[in-house]
């Protein structure tokens, strides 16, 4: 790998583990803002208010978060 060979030790555990986090961090910052964004785009749906690239955006963040969740279910019981 191109990470192994800037390390002069070869050893690339700690360096994974810290990528790693910060994947998890990253995908849970996008998570709650899609939910926060999900919410706004709901609150404005009920007032009538949304384009027609809003709708979609409402559609693809909602369905977004519903395959996150079943997915993270699934790898959650998968692991165990």
Sequence with gaps: MLIENLLPEGDVGPLISVLESLNEVSILILFIVAIILERSLRKK????LLSRSETI????????????????ILLYIGTR
């Design 45 to 48: 749906k009920k007032q009538g």
């Design 57 to 72: 955006l409402y559609i693809v963040t909602s369905a977004t978060a519903l395959v996150y969740i079943v997915s993270y």
